[in-house]
């Protein structure tokens, strides 16, 4: 049990990494997918990498700088323009429905304008989930200069696009609906200098 726990990636740049398993029976027509992350990068670096066999950026959610998310689904990505942070936690939350290729974002429980993105796409169920890394083939090929380094908690998977209600549940750490893959509950291995440590603060 992760409750009020952190996966500290200590070294930058960085060869670590955390993975994740998740059961997937299917594939997915609907996700959301949310984390929260404490880091001081200003370079590029990833956030939350689902690579599958065929694509290696099945999804992914990525910060090429401080003032900007890439969200990727089946290898195409949209952007979303954000402020720049204060040097504090940034709760993140993306979520994607296949039948009308709607992608949304929320920060910090704020929705920002929603976009368009691989409308009919289905999500390949067979993947490598990690954090800390992108991949560029399936569960490796890292670049250090996109690795993480920080802090990051919180992390989920839904197999269902989220309601505004719970997205907003999410970032205030509320009771949440099952889940694929849930920080209180999350089945994972750590590769490299990661370390489990106590949150410093709410």
Aim: glycine fraction near 8%; charged fraction near 25%; hydrophobic fraction near 40%.
């Amino acid at each position: 049990d992760l409750y009020r726990k952190v996966f500290v990636f200590r070294k930058d740049p960085s060869d670590a990494y955390v993975v994740l398993r998740a059961r997937l029976e299917q594939p997915l027509h609907n996700f959301t997918v949310c984390l929260r992350s404490y880091t001081d990068l200003t370079r590029p670096h990833s956030l939350f990498s689902y690579a599958t066999k065929a694509q290696d950026n099945e999804i992914l959610l990525f910060k090429p700088k401080p003032e900007e998310y890439r969200f990727y689904v089946g290898g195409k990505f949209v952007t979303f323009r954000v402020p720049e942070g204060h040097r504090d936690w940034e709760h993140v939350c993306a979520s994607w429905e296949s039948a009308n290729g709607i992608a949304e974002f929320w920060l910090n429980g704020k929705p920002w304008p929603r976009k368009g993105l691989q409308r009919g796409y289905a999500v390949g169920a067979t993947a490598a989930i990690l954090l800390g890394q992108e991949q560029d083939s399936f569960g490796g090929g890292f670049d250090l200069y996109n690795s993480f380094s920080g802090e990051l908690t919180d992390v989920y998977l839904w197999d269902t696009g989220l309601s505004p209600d719970k997205m907003r549940a999410a970032f205030l750490s509320l009771r949440l609906p099952p889940a694929l893959l849930a920080w209180k509950s999350l089945s994972y291995e750590v590769k490299g200098d990661v370390v489990v440590k106590p949150r410093l603060r709410e």
